[in-house]
């Protein structure tokens, strides 16, 4: 049959051509030097012929496109022998650019898979939807990383990853049961490569970024603002705000600010948020692997730092993984991973209409000064408003509390927000073994363990900025979090073919148990704001604790029956 629209390329030069309705092409002026043509096609094999006057060329479909192995639940499958709606990401699509969570990674990569930001703040995942919202509850899709369960993936290093495969239909992700009710991502990462004498690779990448906003708001300055008030309160027919009610006292706080900054008043988003060369994102990865004939092994570490655009906010992580693979006889493969990862972030208010930072950004006045304790010149009828409550020996007490809007000083809520941070360390392993018993049937073990240490640190300072943003007493917490979790799965896989018959049957079960245990201490009266006081034990008064926890187990028995008849 011809092949329409084959592309033919005169190797190392930009000639070429595609072939017509029938198949045919002409080449001319071609170069003496060139000796090979390249036909290449959608679904086809390469070929590379000797240039001749008259050429023939037959091409060969992909047997490997058609034949491509991939992950499925408890085993793996040909492509073209599932019913299902799978959708692969291999990892050169994941490493085309550089990101810093497999989220970003897998945006755009597949087809009914949308993400969506639910936060701005450093190292937090977006809301991964396979195929759209299923329910008002929990629309999370299961992630499965190398057989290991897992609530989410914010803690893998996207350059470990070898493959996604994304269940999207209940015939590929019926065998996990209800936690599937939203989709499956299964994930594999990368191993080393076998052959037959050693051979060993290292891998290194970086990248630094710096991040900004592109589009920010036009907002009102000090005088527009006082315009503004004016003309909203007389359009409901109310009395002028008494600051503003007069040319004198408007003109008196333009002059304030003139001499504390400028007439245009505060701009609390330039205030509030790192300049482009200070919202720096880092990334830098290496890896070692290697392997023989019956033993291959893959090391890497990753560490990522990511300053957010708003002060105040950060995230770092810091992770390790191990894999190895061993042909330990021809009836029995051993298989083992660890992967050890170090999570640290500082995080903003956000999500809220009264007290988020961003909001709040955009809806404090532009008269209020961010600091009250080098103010010159300050209006009498200003005076008590922005100095009251001030205490000079008390570094938490110099900012100023906004005048005009009930809202915080960002700035002032961003370095109080600094002081918060939540660091945690995860242990992520699994051993498998694989016994043949038969050459049609193969057992399968192993076991998996997760243990997770999280950590939060609290301390809120005293001090009075106005009614609305104060704290009597300082105060101290932490809480402390703790997951045990393991899986232990086995099974058993027949695969045999009969002429023109093929039958790949599975069966088997899973028994998985976790544990979840927090504990939280409070104590406040501190003696001061010192970093020697924010602890716990500096408190004299209003002692609390807390605790809980809770235990879950499940017990499942599965199986899968693959059947095709010539290929189909």
Known sequence: QPVVGASVLVKGTNLGTITDVDGNFTLSS????????????????????????????????????????????????????????????????????????????????????????????????????????????????????????????GWLNARDIESIEVLKDASAQAIYGARAANGVILVSTKRGASGESYRSNIEFDMNIGFQDVVKTYDMLDAEGFMEYKNRAYAASGKALIDDFATSEKREQILTFLGKNGGRSGTDWWKESTRKPKEAISQNYNLAFSGGMKKLRYRASFGYMDQQGILKGSDYERLSGRLNVDSEVTKWLNLSANVNVTYESRRNLDENNSYTATVFSTLAADPITPVYRDNLVDIPDFLQNRIMGGYEPTNPWSRYTGVIYSNKPNTVGQVDRSALNQWHGIATKSNISGEVKLLPFLTF????ALDLVRNQSDSFRPSYYLDGDEYSTYAGASRSVANKDYWVFDNYLTYNQKFDKHAVTAMVGTSAEKERYEEIYAYKEGQVNNNPNQQIINAGTMNPAASGYYATSTLNSYFGRVFYSFYNR
Do not use: C, F, H
């Open 30 to 153: 071609v170069p003496s030097s060139a000796k090979t043509l390249q036909i290449s096609y959608i679904g086809m094999q390469t070929q590379e012929v000797t240039i001749k006057p008259t050429v023939k060329v037959i091409l060969k479909s992909d047997s490997q496109m058609v034949d491509e192995v991939v992950v499925v639940a408890y085993g793996s499958a040909k492509k073209s022998s599932l019913t299902g709606s799978v959708d692969i990401v291999k990892a050169d699509q994941l490493t085309k650019v550089p990101v810093n969570s497999v989220d970003q990674a897998l945006q755009g990569k597949a087809a009914g898979v949308t993400i969506t930001s639910s936060s701005g703040s450093p190292g937090s995942l977006g809301n991964v939807r396979i195929r759209g919202v299923g329910t008002i509850n929990n629309n999370d899709p299961l992630y499965v990383v190398d057989g290991l369960p897992q609530g989410d993936i």
């Open 444 to 447: 399968k073990s192993s076991i």
